[in-house]
């Protein structure tokens, strides 16, 4: 095969792709937003075609050979083509790589094990489970192989999730966090809590509504080409990088639910509608892995949503919207109660200072089972003992405890460290971003453009043009956690006057 013949495959392989994806995509969103409800039969049938449909795309072996002859010469080809052809190599290889037999038995297992893991949930009965998890364990040790052999089991697994991360780098990362952190939760666990009342007072969902339409228009996002709709738990969706969608879920008595879910996904779309064009329609497209993903939701929701001159700039809108609801309250006080800081149970509900702690029991445990040094009997009693020590609450039943997420069931296992690097990651950028320019005057003034701007030039227009630590490395430089550690021991410090 020539090389231009390659290319040309490599071209409308990536076409196709995007093709089904789209379609994929636009069916699920059809699904979870506006779809009757017994109507969930035909979609299942066509995602299962175009499943089908994918796989044969990458399996087909003019394609494996395109890849070949494209890697041969890798030297003559420009970046684009070389990045490409690097991604979907990789693609084609992990779809290969697991045995077939074996894949099937896992798609099986994970499907009951969700089914499984939301009853035991729902009665607190770890139990049920267990022999579940032991499978998935099991089998996650066995793919670490497959993934990787030359490295130890749970370090395959993160690098399938965040590239390049593994527990040498993560065990630095989370004992910087212990020793800074633990310490600043119990201090402000001595320290009278804001009062925060006030957000849980009654907001009528067509003024939340009228009120998200604003939060877009701060962050710049252009309603041509980003949507918002509403589901039960928000999300991001990108089509291109000229259609994003986002979506929020309204509560009647709690205005800053919706108002950070419309800043976090806003985050994300920003990165998506910020992506270079030149790598659309490729496997390059998009942003380029779930923790630069999350650095980046995570800055405009925590660093910029939650920091006082933000708060200071939009307050006066939002008397406008609701001017009873929050009269007699001052930006200052709005800043203190959507930052109170409180150890809790349960991770999804947990404020910027004590969510990376909630992260760090789960990477303990995933990093024992998948090493093999714990078994999943005593997966609870460790769970207990680690929100004893690090957040200082009793864990009561395992419905609060070790049931309480969805991952495991699913089969992701190294997949949570990624939340809690993405917001180290934005925190470094912060730093990064205030010796290039002022940060905070222009933020005052309800004015993102040029933090917005910063971002764009050192993540977001590159896509996966970059691998993941390239891009962290370019706009954090070498990777250093005392930056976030730093940064909330400075907010809270300030917040609780410790
Ligand atoms: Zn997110």
Redesign the pocket.
């Known amino acids: 095969m020539e090389l231009q013949e390659a290319l040309t495959i490599l071209d409308n392989t990536q076409k196709k792709l995007f093709a089904y994806n789209a379609a994929s995509s636009a069916l699920y969103l059809d699904a979870v937003t506006v779809a009757p409800r017994d109507t969930a039969e035909g979609r299942g049938m066509a995602l299962s075609v175009l499943a089908g449909e994918q796989h044969k795309l990458l399996t087909d072996p003019a394609l494996t050979e395109a890849l070949g002859v494209l890697n041969e010469h890798k030297g003559e080809l420009d970046l684009l083509h070389a990045r490409e052809t690097e991604e979907l190599s990789r693609s084609v290889r992990q779809l290969t790589r697991i045995p077939a037999e074996e894949y099937m038995a896992y798609a099986q297992l994970t499907n009951e094990a969700d089914d499984v893991w939301h009853r035991a949930k729902e009665q607190s009965d770890f139990g049920l489970f267990r022999p579940y998890l032991e499978k998935l364990v099991e089998y996650n040790r066995k793919f670490a192989g497959y993934y990787d052999p030359d490295k130890a089991p749970y370090d395959a697994l993160l690098n399938e999730y965040e590239r390049g991360v593994d527990t040498a780098y993560l065990d630095g990362f989370f004992a910087a966090l212990r020793e800074k952190l633990v310490p600043l939760i119990h201090a402000i666990g001595e320290k009278p809590q804001p009062d925060d009342s006030f957000l849980h007072r009654q907001y009528p969902v067509e003024r939340q509504r009228k009120f998200s339409d604003y939060l877009m228009e701060v962050l710049a996002l252009d309603r041509a080409h980003c949507g918002i709709g509403e589901t039960e738990h928000p ?2 969706l990108n089509f291109t990088s000229q259609d994003v969608r986002i979506t929020t879920h309204y509560y009647e008595n709690d205005l800053a639910s919706s108002m950070y879910s419309v800043i ?2 806003g ?2 779309a920003r990165y998506e509608l910020d992506v270079d064009p030149q790598v659309e329609y490729t496997v390059l497209a998009g942003g380029v892995s779930m923790g630069v ?2 650095s980046q ?2 800055f405009y929701e925590n660093i910029i949503g939650r920091s006082r001159p933000f708060i200071e700039a939009i307050f006066p809108k939002m008397q406008e919207f609701f001017p009873e609801q929050l009269s007699g309250v001052t930006a200052e006080m709005f800043w203190r109660a959507v930052n109170r800081a409180q150890p809790s149970l349960i991770r999804t509900e947990a404020d910027e200072l004590t969510y990376c702690l909630h992260i760090m029991v789960r990477y303990e445990i995933e990093k024992a089972l998948i090493g093999g040094t714990m078994e999943v009997k005593d997966v609870p009693e460790t769970w207990n003992r680690l929100y004893k020590e690090y957040l200082g609450v009793d864990v009561p039943d395992d419905k609060r405890g070790c049931l309480q997420d969805s991952h495991w069931a699913g089969g992701s296992f190294g997949y949570f460290p990624s939340y809690a690097l ?1 917001s180290a990651y934005g925190a470094q950028m912060l730093r990064n971003m205030e010796q290039d320019m002022d940060v905070w005057g222009p933020v005052g003034r309800g004015d993102l453009g040029g933090v917005t701007g910063w971002l764009a030039e050192k993540v977001h227009k590159f896509g996966g043009l970059l691998t993941p630590a390239q891009v962290v490395e370019n706009a954090c430089g070498t990777f250093d956690p005392m930056a976030y550690t730093d940064y909330l021991t400075k907010k809270y410090t300030e917040l609780y006057s410790l």
Do not use: A, L
């Open positions: 999300f991001t976090h996904e985050g994300h993903h999350e939701s995570r993405g």
